[in-house]
Nanobody
Framework: QVQLVESGGGLVEAGGSLRLSCVAS????????INWVRQAPGKGLEWVSS????????GYADSVKGRITISRDNAKNTVWLQMNSLKPEDTAVYYC?????????RGQGTQVTVSS
């Protein structure tokens, strides 16, 4: 079955960095784009970034552009989200997601907390 497992979150001071990982299994990873979304306390899901199946095309929300880099290694079934210059407003649960077979899948999420 499709599984997405995020890790790498934690507590960091404003201005700090974190690198989130998403390891996928249960589908042909190289065929699918992967997204990162986040949910801040009391708010809805917000799209953060996407990468196409080959890693040649990426996209970023305006709120994170210039501070976050998405990348992938298809040999490792892994996508990373390198987050720099973190701000308190980046505090959220971060999820990786994929649309496989017409259905959207998300992992369990990893908590990122940025203190001011």
């Amino acid at each position: 079955q499709v599984q997405l497992v995020e890790s790498g979150g934690g507590l960091v001071e404003a201005g700090g960095s974190l690198r989130l990982s998403c390891v996928a299994s249960g589908f042909t990873f190289i065929n699918y784009a992967i997204n990162w979304v986040r949910q801040a306390p009391g708010k809805g899901l917000e799209w953060v970034s996407s990468i196409d199946n080959r890693g040649r095309s990426t996209g970023y929300a305006d709120s994170v552009k210039g501070r976050i880099t998405i990348s992938r290694d298809n040999a490792k079934n892994t996508v990373w989200l390198q987050m720099n210059s973190l701000k308190p407003e980046d505090t959220a649960v971060y999820y990786c997601s994929a649309r496989v077979g017409g259905r959207d899948y998300r992992g369990q999420g990893t908590q990122v907390t940025v203190s001011s």
